[in-house]
């Protein structure tokens, strides 16, 4: 029985943030669903209920998310416990208004959320307002701030440099250098260094800018743009790391339920 079983949760966007609010959320005894694209663009896939989408089922650090064809059967299987994914690049409609919709899409702007889409909307980190398109914004970037709940005005804005790991930022992120088709020779989990290639854009080859474990890759088959996010290496070289929800993700999510239950609060 879940403790919150009558307050549906929407989160839109499965990458790694959004996977540690579905697992904070459903945890807590909230039933979450989640939208996706029919091409997620999650990098770290291997902890993103995002996979669901290309691999019908996934289980992310003991939670199971599911392919869900239909809004239908999205809201039943989110009501045994287990988290729906479902293609929906917009809110879909509902027989009632759910009780909260999160933006998880970290899109650094607000591209479609409304302060009505539900009895409680959040936005993760930059682009939200809380009081205008939100009633929560949660912060995340890395740091003393990290996941704390903003009733009233912005999270810290997007400064465009990855947060420090293990002493790197920019280099820790690969990125396309052209278009086109996008195809790995490397995998997530595996050690590389500096200067491996690590797949190709139609032939180009992309080569990691340091040493370290490959933590995340877009998935293959993509045509993808020059700049595109393509990969993210872990310079601290920990293996487990790719394979666990990350303590940032988690921290998001932490607030994610903060904000919730605060809500629930003032209602009771």
Request: with cysteine; glycine share 12%.
């Amino acid at each position: 029985m879940m403790l919150f079983g009558e307050h549906l949760v929407v989160v839109r966007g499965g990458g790694d943030l959004a996977t540690g609010t579905v697992y904070r959320l459903q945890r807590a005894g909230f039933p979450t669903l989640v939208l996706e694209l029919a091409r997620p663009l999650a990098i770290r896939r291997t902890v993103s209920v995002a996979s669901a989408v290309i691999e019908d089922h996934v289980v992310v650090d003991g939670l199971d998310a599911t392919r869900a064809d239909t809004i239908e059967e999205a809201v039943e299987v989110a009501g045994t416990g287990a988290i729906p994914v479902l293609v929906s690049p917009t809110l879909p409609r509902l027989t009632s208004v759910p009780s909260v919709v999160v933006d998880a899409r970290l899109a650094k702007r607000n591209i479609d959320t409304t302060i009505d889409d539900a009895s409680f909307v959040v936005g993760l980190g930059p682009g939200f307002t809380a009081g205008n398109d939100c009633h929560a914004v949660i912060e995340t970037m890395r740091g003393h701030d990290l996941g704390r709940v903003i009733w009233e005005g912005q999270a810290a804005p997007n400064t465009g440099v990855p947060g420090l790991v293990g002493g790197r930022t920019s280099e820790r992120v690969v990125r396309a250098e052209k278009s086109g088709m996008l195809s790995w020779n490397a995998s997530i989990g595996d050690l590389v260094v500096e200067g491996d290639v690590l797949g190709n854009i139609s032939g180009t080859p992309i080569r990691s800018r340091l040493g370290g474990v490959v933590r995340g890759l877009l998935a293959p088959g993509y045509e993808v743009e020059e700049n595109w996010k393509l990969a993210d290496i872990d310079p601290r070289a920990d293996t487990t790391a790719c394979f666990e929800i990350s303590d940032k993700s988690l921290a998001v999510g932490g607030g994610v339920v903060e904000a919730v239950l605060t809500w629930l609060n003032s209602r009771s």
